[in-house]
């Protein structure tokens, strides 16, 4: 089959490599019909997390089961399902407790599996799934093309945009901030507006990306940063600040950005993976702001945004703004890399 | 009247000062029945923090109006009031979030008041209260003698610890840790216990604190301290961790110590003012495991805890092991440095 492997800063390619078969009786294979590029996919194409050899790489994808294990129970060949960005059992304590990127018996696409085996990344035609019944999440039918870039959103952005607000504590008519306008960003904008927030504010300098934060329910765009943009956001609300608050970017500015425009009393939802975070405790105390969040269990929230993505309830696919054939990963990536796209969605 | 001044490091004098009276319509004069020396005026009894000038102390005080300004509608002379740590107008927008200890028009005892002017300490016989209806909290009847204690560490040790137990989510059935055997750790036992927590482990090495925290609700005892206590803790716990944790210290040991026991997705509440505490916001994101806290609002609590001390559901009282008259409380302080007591209650 072909799969994507990184080989180094800006060095993506499509390659021929060996079709992934059952290992455990718990996997399952899935033949990928959607694919895509995360934010995060771009620290390694930047060079700002090493690639010390060449590896496999996406952990975004929808598609239909080829073959499923003899100990698969909830997961026929045929199935479309959605996978999360990791893999889980789905009954150790953490998932329990709904925090499956915590799995006990679980990681992550491209990395080895528990017992030292490589696992395949989303990026490729197939994909090799441990602990299949608890990671997969099927439909019943096979979904209508237009929803496929919404299911497929629900693999990770959509997911994670969605834990920042729920551990923001996002009410219903609360007022909401969100800081950040990549994909995930705009997809934390969907969800407060999902949760109910009467008022949202996104903070964003892209026209293009305004525009989808504004169909995803914002209320209000902040195209300012830094002191200046803290300055906007309080003046929007009179002076006190949000009631909640997702950073959705995971740089010191944007925690700084993030911690300031929040009210006293409430929490910043934090999702992007920290790169040079500091968090000022003595200034979340004086102010009683807290920080939550983390590696998004997009698995917890996967079946309730399944059906609200089948209902037409909310459409996170609008991130997707660039629809290449697989073989054209290394495009995506260059897109994304200079901004030209939002997100980019691979078809093998 | 008499009022206690610190001086400088271990130099606290019970001295001879004017007797307050009204200043702003808004204000009210209250006798002091009963104060208490809090953990956070040994700061400055240590040299921890610095004492520039003679300065008056104590921010804890349960007592009777003596004269009501012609603007307080809720309380008249006579009425028996409870004094939050701070104070507060309770109408502001954080007021009305329920932080009043972020009030716009708030303060500390012992300060300078919003207009420059030198305001009480709760360490004295007679204290001038700014925003009476928004600070105090009275009761409709005189207390019973025994009630007196339990109303006091409302003050400020109860609203604490109860402000750590409610930002940490303690939920029915839960396992809590709570970090810390001073007066707010123990309160935050009796909070676990009262807000339905199953298991409450506190981390105590002092007996006579392990007696108060087994009599608060505390089912568990973890004795050692740093990498050992957590370790303990994580063995009594199915090696998951504690649904909720309560951070009642303040330094960066019981921070470490805190994050470290909390299950994945969980929260630490924090509320000791923290020296030398840094936030490992990577290690927080990859468990993620929150933090939430600050300066306790007990403004917001006091109703309510008011009336769980007059029912008997709870007694907080009990963390009062000195009971002192106010011309010792040079006395009280060098019991509680030398952790002969665990705090002192003073009666002018």
């Not at 997809?187 to 990306?209: F, K, P, W, Y």
């Not at 939802?269 to 003595?282: D, F, N």
Request: net charge negative.
């Amino acid at each position: 089959m072909k799969a994507t492997l990184i080989h180094g800063p800006g060095d993506i390619r499509l390659e021929d490599v060996p079709d992934p078969t059952l290992v455990q009786d718990t996997d399952a294979v899935v033949r990928v019909v959607a694919a895509c590029v995360c934010g995060s996919d771009l620290w390694p194409y930047r060079g700002e997390n090493p690639v010390h050899e060449p590896r496999r790489i996406g952990h975004e994808f929808v598609g239909v089961v080829e073959e499923a294990g003899a100990g698969v129970r909830s997961l026929k060949a045929g199935d479309f399902v959605i996978a999360p960005f990791m893999y889980s059992d789905n009954t150790c304590p953490n998932c329990e407790a709904g925090i499956q990127s915590a799995c006990v018996a679980g990681g992550f696409w491209g990395d080895e599996d528990r017992d030292g085996r490589p696992l395949d990344g989303g990026q490729g035609e197939l994909v090799r799934v441990p602990q299949a019944d608890g990671t997969l999440v099927s439909l019943r039918d096979q979904p209508d093309e237009e929803h496929v870039p919404s299911l497929l959103a629900l693999s990770d952005v959509m997911g994670t945009g969605w834990h920042a607000a729920v551990v923001s504590g996002v009410l219903e008519g609360d007022t909401v901030v969100v800081v950040g306008d990549g994909a995930v960003g705009l997809c934390g904008v969907l969800a407060a507006t999902r949760l109910g927030a009467e008022r949202v504010i996104a903070m964003s300098r892209h026209e293009s990306r305004q525009q989808v934060a504004r169909s995803f329910g914002a209320t209000d765009v902040v195209a300012t940063r830094g002191e200046e943009g803290e300055h906007d956001v309080l003046e929007l609300t009179a002076g006190v600040g949000a009631d909640a608050v997702l950073e959705c970017v995971g740089t010191g500015q944007a925690m700084q950005t993030a911690l300031a425009v929040a009210r006293p009393g409430a929490t910043v939802g934090y999702v992007g993976a920290p790169h040079g975070v500091e968090l000022p405790v003595r200034q979340m105390f004086n102010r009683n702001v807290g920080v939550a969040g983390g590696l998004a269990p997009a698995r917890q929230y996967l079946p309730a945004l399944r059906d609200d993505v089948l209902s037409g309830a909310i459409n996170p696919g609008a991130v997707f703004d660039l629809d290449l054939p697989l073989a054209d990963v290394a495009e995506g990536y260059r897109a994304m890399d200079e901004r030209r796209a939002i997100k980019t969605l691979l078809r093998p």
